[in-house]
C-alpha cells in the first residue's frame, strides 16, 4: 500500500504546486509533465480544443525538438484524436492492415478500432 500513499502524496504536490502557476500554458504543460510522471509513462501530451473543435495547442513531455520537428504540424483532430474529441471513450489501437485508418490521419498513424465495451 505504500505505493498508493506515495502516488496520493505525489498528486497533492501536483495541485499545490500548479495552484501556484500563472500562465495557463505553463500549468498545462506541468499537467503533461506531472501525470507521465505518476503513471511512469514515457511521453505524454494534452490538446487544447478552441472554440470550433480544432486542436490549437498540443503540449508533449519526453519528446525531444528533433521529434517534435519531425512529427510535423500540430495534430487538428481528424484522426483518432478526432474520433476520441467526437466520441469519447475507449478505442483499441492495431497495425491491422484490415482495420481502416480514421479519415484525415497521417499515414503513420495506428489504426484505430471502437471498442463495444466503451460505450
Not at 498545462?28 to 501530451?45: D, K, P, S
Not at 484522426?79 to 469519447?88: E, F, V
Not at 480514421?102 to 499515414?107: K, L
Amino acid at each position: 500500500m505504500a505505493g498508493i500513499h506515495e502516488r496520493y502524496e505525489r498528486l497533492l504536490e501536483t495541485g499545490l504546486a500548479l495552484a501556484g502557476e500563472l500562465s495557463l500554458l505553463v500549468a498545462l504543460q506541468r499537467i503533461v509533465e506531472l501525470a507521465a510522471e505518476v503513471t511512469g509513462a514515457r511521453h505524454g501530451a494534452l490538446g487544447v480544443l478552441g472554440r470550433d473543435g480544432v486542436i490549437t495547442e498540443f503540449l508533449t513531455t519526453g519528446v525531444t525538438d528533433e521529434e517534435r520537428a519531425a512529427i510535423g504540424h500540430i495534430p487538428v483532430g481528424r484522426g483518432i484524436l478526432g474520433m476520441l474529441i467526437a466520441d469519447p471513450g475507449r478505442c483499441a489501437c492495431t497495425t491491422s492492415p484490415t482495420t481502416p485508418a480514421p479519415p484525415g490521419s497521417r499515414p503513420t498513424t495506428r489504426r484505430c478500432a471502437r471498442s463495444s465495451a466503451a460505450r
